[in-house]
């Protein structure tokens, strides 16, 4: 399993283990389980050179978080859930209090590892990915889906689409094709689609695609043979532009699909060229440099050649952007478990936990981040991991992305009931014993 260090980490990681405890203690060390390799590495790049450019960026301009440096390292996954193990107990020891948040940016890893980072207490943030009831903090409390789930997301896009048709209920008789990627991730939207089909009277139409996604044809045939309505994206790296260059092939209209968010970044829709352009995807975080947070990353961190990204014109990319939302939650969480804890000293996995359960970033802190317009509003609670649920929509324009909504919301009062639901089931099996919050 290779181990990347990058930046500081080069050298702080090295003091963590050769120098005085007085030292260590002033170093905060997050493992990176990142993929730079295979189909998906292109994604991956841009997603963990934007989170280890805004840590970057914390340490020249703040000197790190109350004086306690940020460090790093990487850890190559591949996106193949058996490494994503292996580099979760490579890195789990590493450091002056071990590594103190697990972000695999992977549903099948997430599985995975779910019940490790509950033994081994090391919080597991999944930000618009994972397992989606984990968002009830009463059965999961080491684990935040944070922002918005998938079944938010499904529930969402089906919002969406009912606005453009006029209303919810002119769903009703309606084909909707879900072309999803065949793994746990792709998986994840079926029971909510289910749930909304039923609820609103339309069919859905579940057509697998094999990873990574290369070859479609037999896929698109079958949807050329159903004729849906609307077809939902829900692909990863290079299964999305594949996905559209064969829709086009076969005569589907692109602005009849609409992507999930891992389907919505430049990696999906500039290798498509012209079929891509009119696509819609949904997002959290916006594409562009605009943002006083992006401006920062650019003075303090590419403006001294420090950057992480070898092809600048990638910073401020849908993929990067959101690499910059995680790294702007985890030193939030930092910073807010100091505020408990104490400052001038790294945080365990118990107190990052603590942390990140009581983050509140709101209107005033996304500002003063220079991230308003940049993320929505999110305040997590003992109960709430999800914390947020908000999503724009964005439309290719053959050279950009512009936001075409404001955000909006799933079906929050069924996805939550449906979290409950799955969570009891799952503390049932598991034997655990849901937290009682108000104790808290």
């Not at 420090?306 to 910073?335: C, F, K, P, Q």
Request: hydrophobic share 40%; aromatic share 10%.
């Amino acid at each position: 399993m290779k181990l990347r260090n990058t930046l500081m980490a080069v050298a702080a990681v090295a003091t963590v283990f050769t120098a005085g405890h007085a030292v260590a203690q002033q170093e905060q060390y997050i493992g990176l389980p990142s993929y730079r390799v295979g189909p998906f590495g292109a994604s991956g790049a841009a997603l963990y050179g934007g989170w280890i450019d805004y840590m970057a960026m914390i340490n020249a301009r703040d000197g790190g978080v109350n004086g306690v440096t940020l460090t790093w390292e990487e850890c190559e996954t591949e996106y193949n859930n058996a490494r994503g193990v292996e580099c979760y107990e490579r890195m789990k020891n590493r450091g002056p209090t071990g590594n103190s948040v697990f972000q695999p940016l992977s549903t099948g890893i997430t599985y995975s590892v779910l019940d490790r980072v509950a033994e081994d207490k090391i919080p597991m943030v999944t930000i618009g990915y994972g397992r989606t009831d984990a968002a009830d903090g009463t059965v999961f409390p080491w684990v935040f889906p944070m922002i918005s789930t998938y079944w938010n997301q499904a529930s969402a896009i089906m919002n969406y689409i009912g606005e453009k048709e006029g209303g919810m209920q002119n769903l009703r008789g309606k084909k909707i094709g879900l072309l999803y990627h065949d793994s746990a991730y792709g998986a994840e939207s079926h029971a909510v689609m289910d749930r909304l089909a039923e609820m609103h009277g339309f069919s859905v139409v579940k057509i697998a695609v094999a990873s990574p996604g290369n070859e479609q044809q037999a896929q698109w045939l079958q949807i050329r043979r159903e004729r849906p309505d609307y077809v939902i994206l829900w692909g990863w790296g290079v299964m999305n532009p594949t996905a559209i260059r064969t829709a086009s092939r076969t005569g589907y209209p692109v602005e009849k699909i609409v992507g999930v968010w891992w389907s919505g970044a430049e990696e999906d829709v500039v290798p498509a060229g012209e079929a891509a352009k009119g696509y819609t995807a949904a997002g959290f975080n916006p594409a562009g440099t605009d943002f006083g947070v992006i401006q920062d990353i650019m003075s303090h961190v590419y403006a001294h050649n420090r950057g992480n990204m070898s092809d600048r014109s990638r910073v401020g990319s849908v993929l990067y952007n959101r690499g910059v939302v995680h790294g702007i939650i985890t030193v939030e969480a930092i910073r807010t478990a100091q505020e408990q804890f104490g400052t001038g000293r790294p945080m365990t996995g118990e107190e990052m936990r603590w942390g990140f359960e009581n983050l509140n970033i709101d209107e005033a802190r996304l500002v003063a981040l220079g991230a308003d317009g940049f993320m929505p509003n999110l305040q997590i609670t003992c109960e709430d991991h999800e914390g947020s649920g908000l999503l724009k929509f964005q439309q290719w324009d053959g050279e950009k992305w512009t936001v075409v909504s404001d955000w909006i919301s799933g079906d929050r009062e069924l996805v939550r009931g449906m979290i409950q639901e799955s969570a009891a089931a799952y503390a049932a099996e598991k034997g655990i014993t849901p937290r009682d919050c108000s104790a808290q």
